[in-house]
Antibody
Framework: EVQLVETGGGLIQPGGSLRLSCAAS????????MSWVRQAPGKALEWVSV???????YYADSVKGRFNISRDNSKNMLYLQMNSLRPEDTAVYYC????????????WGQGTLVTVSS | EIVLTQSPATLSLSPGERVTLSCRAS??????LAWFQQKPGQAPRVLIY???NRATGIPARFSGSGSGTDFTLTISSLEPEDFAVYYC?????????FGQGTKLEIK
């Protein structure tokens, strides 16, 4: 059974750092496109970052230079290192597995809430 | 960035009713338009992709149509579990973008 479980969210002050983790089971993260998608309160979903199966990455302009996506194939984990956090980064962050296309996930985690506030 | 506008923002309906939701793109997205459903406290899930293809396991009461800039999602007969928020999404241009959503609530 495919499962994605995110951890690492919490309350952090502006300028701080957090690392989100996504534990995958039932498939190999190395063989799938893996994304981080966020949903700020009352706002539309936003594609934050993608780790393509070939190893290339994508970042939204809003996080470029501050966030870094990585994966550990041996642990079957996906990560999102978030630095220089801003209040506008406050959101529920979902880990998602690409399905028919990278933008059409077939599995999602339950989400982890990141709150950036002083 | 392509902007998607959904209408209406909220709909109050009863189980058994037929409903059509609309999504308009700021420029053509060809047929690269998907519909997602999200229930409170849950992640979104894909219902329809490429305008009219039902995702695996999605009931036949859900159907999509349209191309270019105007799209619709139709639910032929609302079931109690269909009351949720529906988002359209384009993947014609990267990054994928979503509309602001239409909330279906029980009348």
């Amino acid at each position: 059974e495919v499962q994605l479980v995110e951890t690492g969210g919490g309350l952090i002050q502006p300028g701080g750092s957090l690392r989100l983790s996504c534990a995958a089971s039932g498939f190999a993260v190395s063989r799938k496109y893996m994304s981080w998608v966020r949903q700020a309160p009352g706002k539309a979903l936003e594609w934050v970052s993608v780790f393509y199966s070939g190893g290339s990455t994508y970042y939204a302009d809003s996080v470029k230079g501050r966030f870094n996506i990585s994966r550990d194939n041996s642990k079957n984990m996906l990560y999102l290192q978030m630095n220089s956090l801003r209040p506008e980064d406050t959101a529920v962050y979902y880990c998602a597995r690409g399905g028919v296309a990278v933008a059409l996930p077939d599995y999602w985690g339950q989400g982890t809430l990141v709150t950036v506030s002083s | 960035e392509i902007v998607l506008t959904q209408s209406p923002a909220t709909l109050s309906l009863s189980p058994g009713e037929r409903v059509t939701l609309s999504c308009r793109a700021s420029q053509s997205v060809s047929s690269y338009l998907a519909w997602f459903q999200q229930k409170p406290g849950q992640a979104p899930r894909v219902l329809i992709y490429d305008a009219s293809n039902r995702a695996t396991g999605i009931p036949a009461r859900f159907s999509g149509s349209g191309s270019g800039t105007d799209f619709t999602l139709t639910i032929s007969s609302l079931e109690p579990e269909d009351f949720a928020v529906y988002y359209c999404q384009q993947r014609s241009n990267w990054p994928p973008t979503f509309g602001q959503g239409t909330k279906l609530e029980i009348k």
